[in-house]
């Protein structure tokens, strides 16, 4: 039994990874327009979670929102076109990655960060008004929880009682901000001073986060509802959004760094080396979250590499699939291309 | 005069303003990052970065500015001011009256608009009618390097809250980063003159709420701001040569708006097209409008705007976004007879 859930997880990780590369393929194609944010490194956190949600559960999702659509079970190709800015696209086009929705599988994202704490809270209030059974998850990043509106909501839903899985994300960077250089206190306190209880877990380890969140939903939902938080750590593999100027080596240039630092008008010098170390060291120890230790994806499949029968089966079912959904894809972008 | 792109004319003014002002100082999200040349050369206490708790630090910093400092902070898109916006709408913009004008706010507001890179309508917005619909607040919205540089001076010194945008279009650092991303697959309908241009040796600030005339003509005025402004442009060279003689004025600033200026263009053309990238409906289109029936004056008048949610796909953005067939289209229906 635990073994087929570690099975579950790893297809539906994969499933999203493979589907995130193909995204940035045509990202670098230059066919998907603007900002792309991934969730690569994220998907132990979103499939130990979805994976276990019932038909009528709602998710808000912030901008990384691949992996919980294509984990939640949206068509791959209507959500390809999306990105594709198709009229066929699971927003006609109109949405792109930031503002994806589905009103059958109650699957609402957003660009603001913060939002998808009240947008959670809301629908897990319809659900409890309309007296459904059903929960709501919330999406959100560490950088999030510094927004009013997110603290705000737990607030309300705590008071209100409803059924609310508030799901952080954890990677310590808000874009380039190191998270915890503008957070003051932890996070489990916080939630806790809302009169939520809260949960650590690895968000690295999907098989920890499917445990916890298995306890944490069967006590949110049913009669006594309540809101509870998990705080997840991860990374973010492709950086804040792809072509990050933190990951790309070019777009960090020293040398006119140091052309600030030695300009003679401005702070003290010790002042002005000081910088230049935090931003060096920012710029590091994002890269160094790119190591395969910190996968989710490689450390689940290294718990699975004894059976390489059953690995490999999965892997080749799962790439026949993503390579099925970019030719149907290709085949109406080619044909209908353009509005 | 030397030549500069936009955005580092912006970096230049506020490099000035800021060694010869210790009071100012720059907050917001990353802007270790973002400002990362002001951060070197002037430490964390003057460059601060700060948490995603917009409603927080630009609430703070009207307060910061009503106790003597001369705080810049910064939105990333003005998108998100909607987070911050009791800040504006209920603070700085108030202060100054219910104090019997005893004590003023000056804040400057700083953040990036505009659209044309496929971003859709959570980040593309203009939103400037919005914000200058508040009495107390002005709005600032350069459209080349030389004024970027003496607006931000501008800003600097006025003394009540100023809301600075910067169009992504035109500042280089913006569009690289939410844009292309380090892509070479990607192009961009950037107006040259607006991304790079010459600048003075030093800074000085351009007046409050004065607009520009940047091309004279007799038969169309062409009203307009930001990006647009070059799309104005590129158009009255295209009607120049089909006979009409076309004015552009660049109005730098929404609010306060300089009336004088369009009143007396539209009085020696007798027609007038506003091209506004911000939302059609109640906005700057319909002031200007209404702000030329107010004298009285007899007019021909239309309007190109942005008249829906901006959409995500790239063709149908730039249909929904002014351009410059639209402008041309728009001037030949009005003046055909």
Same mark, same amino acid.
């Given at each position: ?6 099975w579950?997880?790893?297809?539906? +990780? ?13 990202w ?70 930031m ?10 994202s ?34 999030? +929880? ?41 996070l ?17 380890d ?14 949110i ?34 040398s ?30 994002v ?27 999965i ?25 | ?17 800021m ?50 400092l001369?705080?810049i902070?910064e ?78 001076l501008?800003?600097?010194i ?7 945008l ?25 107006p040259?003159?607006g ?42 060279e295209?009607?120049?040569a ?67 949610t ?8 730039d ?19």
């Amino acid at each position: 039994m635990a073994e087929m859930v570690e099975w579950q997880l790893y297809e539906l +990780m994969l499933r999203s990874r493979r589907f995130e590369e193909a995204v940035t393929e045509l990202w670098e194609e230059g066919k998907i327009f603007g900002e792309m944010h991934l969730g690569t490194g994220e998907e132990a956190i979103i499939a130990g979670i979805v994976s276990q949600l019932i038909p009528g559960d709602a998710i808000a999702t912030d901008h990384r929102s691949t992996p919980p659509f294509i984990m939640r079970g949206i068509d791959p190709v209507a959500l390809m076109l999306e990105f594709l800015g198709h009229p066929k696209g699971l927003c006609s086009g109109m949405g792109g990655h930031m503002h994806l929705f589905s009103k059958e599988h109650l699957l609402a994202s957003s660009g603001i960060v913060g939002s998808s704490g009240p947008s959670a809270t809301g629908f897990a209030l319809a659900s409890k008004y309309k007296k459904t059974n059903n929960i709501a998850v919330a999406f959100f990043g560490e950088g999030a +929880m510094n927004q009013g509106m997110m603290l705000e909501s737990l607030n309300l839903a705590s008071t209100m009682k409803l059924p609310v899985l508030f799901v952080c994300k954890d990677n310590n960077w808000a874009i380039t901000t190191r998270s915890s250089d503008v957070t003051g206190g932890t996070l489990l306190e916080r939630a806790k001073g809302f009169g939520i209880e809260g949960v650590e877990v690895d968000g690295l380890d999907a098989k920890a986060v499917w445990k916890t969140a298995n306890e944490m939903i069967s006590s949110i939902r049913g009669k006594k509802s309540k809101p509870l938080f998990m705080h997840a750590r991860c990374v973010h593999r492709a950086g804040h959004l792809l072509g990050d100027s933190l990951i790309r080596p070019e777009r960090a240039p020293v040398s006119p760094l140091l052309k600030s630092v030695l300009s003679r008008k401005g702070a003290r010098i010790d002042k002005k080396i000081g910088g230049l170390g935090n931003v060096l060291s920012m710029i590091s120890s994002v890269k160094a979250q790119l190591k395969d230790s910190q996968d989710p994806l490689k450390i689940l499949r290294k718990k699975l590499a004894s059976q390489e029968e059953q690995l490999s089966k999965i892997e080749s079912s799962i790439q026949i699939e993503i390579d099925n959904t970019m030719k149907t894809t290709m085949e109406i972008y080619q044909q209908e291309g353009s509005l | 005069m030397k030549r500069m792109g936009f955005a580092d004319a912006i970096e230049s003014a506020l490099k000035q303003a800021m060694i010869e002002d210790p009071s100012l100082f720059i907050m917001g999200e990353d802007v270790h990052g973002l400002r990362v040349n002001l951060y070197l050369q002037f430490g964390k206490d003057r460059v601060k970065t700060t948490p995603i708790s917009e409603s927080a630090f630009v609430g703070a910093a009207v307060t910061a500015a009503m106790a003597g400092l001369r705080p810049i902070v910064e939105v990333m898109f003005i998108d998100f001011i909607g987070v911050a916006m009791d800040a504006l709408l209920n603070h700085a913009s108030k202060t100054y009256f219910f104090s019997g004008e005893k004590w003023n706010v000056p804040v400057v507001i700083r953040a990036s608009c505009g659209g044309g890179y496929g971003d859709a309508g959570q980040h593309e917005q203009s939103l400037w009618g919005w914000l200058a619909h508040v009495p107390g607040l002005s709005v600032v919205v350069p459209s080349n390097p030389a004024d970027a540089g003496r607006l931000m001076l501008s800003a600097i010194i006025a003394d009540h809250p100023v809301v600075y945008l910067e169009h992504k279009l035109l500042a280089d650092y913006l569009l690289d980063s939410v844009g292309s991303g380090g892509r070479t697959t990607v192009s961009f309908d950037v107006p040259e003159a607006g991304k790079e241009g010459e600048v003075p040796e030093r800074w000085e600030p351009l007046p409050l709420g004065k607009a520009n005339c940047l091309r004279e003509g007799s038969d169309l005025s062409l009203v307009s701001l930001g990006v647009s402004v070059h799309r104005c442009l590129e158009a009255a060279e295209e009607l120049d040569a089909m006979g009409i003689s076309t004015e552009v004025i660049d109005l730098r600033w929404v609010s306060p708006i300089d009336i004088d200026a369009i009143f007396k263009s539209v009085s020696k053309t007798g027609a007038v097209i506003v091209v506004d990238e911000d939302y059609k409906q109640f906005g700057l289109s319909g002031e200007v409008c209404a702000l030329l029936a107010e004298r009285n004056l007899e007019f021909r008048y239309d309007r190109v705007c942005t008249e829906t949610t901006i959409p995500y796909n790239r063709d149908l953005e730039d249909k929904t976004l002014p351009n410059v067939q639209r402008i041309v289209d728009t001037a030949r229906r009005m003046l055909k007879d």
